[in-house]
T-cell receptor, first 111, second 112 residues
Framework: RKEVEQDPGPFNVPEGATVAFNCTYSNSASQSFFWYRQDCRKEPKLLMSVYSSGNEDGRFTAQLNRASQYISLLIRDSKLSDSATYLCVVSPRDAGNMLTFGGGTRLMVKP | DARVTQTPRHKVTEMGQEVTMRCQPILGHNTVFWYRQTMMQGLELLAYFRNRAPLDDSGMPKDRFSAEMPDATLATLKIQPSEPRDSAVYFC??????????FGPGTRLTVL
């Protein structure tokens, strides 16, 4: 079993739609959680950190459920420019900055 | 706007040649990571440094790959001899204090 599991997609959605991605992680000692975005042929970029209380950044909302070891990302009012691969990332306690990446979920927003 | 820089951005070489990739982490970051990404394998961690000391290189093929940090502003990844299966994008990332990692633009390596 992979340490961080994501549905690879692709998720094909129309512009303006709301889309949600889920991710599960196996290490219960995980301490920090992130969502990264990776465009085709580019480097992964930090989208947002994920906090236990949930957090929002504009059209993006991230949630963490430690009991179920589950992380989600919700994108409202999808834009064409949101088309990318979204990587779920966890870091174990006392791992320094070491991260474990999921395989990514591909999103394609269509006009 | 501080960024991780990597050189070269693209490298095409022949099998058996030595390849050296360089990375300048963001100033003040004390952790540096090397990753390899292919379509089939996704992101694989090759090496990890904290305060210039190598902490984990278990993901790296030891016989041909080596990673070093000669100083705080430079990390290198060397492949000798290179093989066609090494063709991939190699990313360097740096970070500090559990705030995630910041990636460079990558070196796209093709070994013929």
């Amino acid at each position: 079993r992979k340490e961080v599991e994501q549905d690879p997609g692709p998720f094909n959605v129309p512009e303006g739609a709301t889309v949600a991605f889920n991710c599960t992680y196996s290490n219960s000692a995980s301490q920090s959680f992130f969502w990264y975005r990776q465009d085709c042929r580019k480097e992964p970029k930090l989208l947002m950190s994920v906090y236990s209380s949930g957090n929002e950044d504009g059209r993006f909302t991230a949630q963490l459920n430690r009991a179920s070891q589950y992380i989600s990302l919700l994108i409202r009012d999808s834009k064409l420019s949101d088309s990318a691969t979204y990587l779920c990332v966890v870091s174990p306690r006392d791992a320094g900055n070491m991260l474990t990446f999921g395989g990514g979920t591909r999103l394609m927003v269509k006009p | 706007d501080a960024r991780v820089t990597q050189t070269p951005r693209h490298k095409v070489t022949e099998m058996g040649q030595e390849v050296t990739m360089r990375c300048q982490p963001i100033l003040g970051h004390n952790t540096v990571f090397w990753y390899r990404q292919t379509m089939m394998q996704g992101l694989e961690l090759l090496a990890y440094f904290r305060n210039r000391a190598p902490l984990d290189d278990s993901g790296m093929p030891k016989d041909r790959f080596s990673a070093e940090m000669p100083d705080a502003t430079l990390a290198t990844l060397k492949i000798q001899p290179s093989e066609p299966r090494d063709s991939a994008v190699y990313f360097c990332a740096s970070g500090k204090g559990g705030r995630g990692q910041f990636f460079g633009p990558g070196t796209r390596l093709t070994v013929l």
